[in-house]
């Protein structure tokens, strides 16, 4: 049996029990999560959400890039989001990889350079920070006063403020 055949068993074996509205697409906290795609980060436990109440946008490292901006501009624009949290976390993966040695790697393997930026930080905290500046410069955001950063310890599941 394979990841997704386990996956979808349990979905089938879950049935409709999740709590929340499914009524809109419009989240009803008006709050826009923004996080690193690591499996210890579990959004909707951290925060107590049930369905319907945040849109979870989530990335390796849960960082502000292009794409995410493009997320947050039709959370905000279309979908009525007016504040926005990122999360990111200690140990994560993007701590431990270099921008350049990353894209070596990636062009040494398929022939290709990626032309993306890998976003690898050394402190979680400075890489909040550049998130928290780069939606907050935004111009294709609507609502960016209310923008705040927290570290996630996976280890304690305690969330430490950045400023």
């Known amino acids: 049996m394979t990841s997704i055949d386990i996956l979808l068993k349990r979905n089938e074996e879950l049935g409709n029990v999740v709590p929340g509205d499914r009524s809109s697409p419009k989240p009803s906290l008006q709050v826009a999560i923004l996080t690193c795609m690591d499996a210890r980060v579990r959004v909707f436990e ?21 794409d995410m901006i493009r997320s947050l501009a039709l959370s905000q624009r279309k979908l009525g989001t007016r504040e926005v949290l990122i999360v990111q976390h200690t140990n994560c993966g993007l701590s431990m990889v270099t921008e350049d040695d990353f894209k ?25 920070r550049v998130s928290i500046e780069r939606v907050r410069r935004s111009d294709f955001l609507a609502h ?18 950045v400023e």
């Open 46 to 66: 951290i925060f107590g959400l049930i369905q319907g109440e945040a849109h979870v946008l989530r990335n390796g490292g849960g960082v502000v890039t292009d």
């Open 104 to 128: 070596d790697e990636l062009e040494q393997a398929t022939g290709l350079r990626p032309t993306w930026s890998v976003e690898a930080f050394r402190k979680v905290e400075d890489s909040v």
């Open 144 to 161: 960016t006063d209310n923008v705040r950063g927290f570290v996630y310890d996976v280890k304690t599941g305690s969330l430490t403020e």
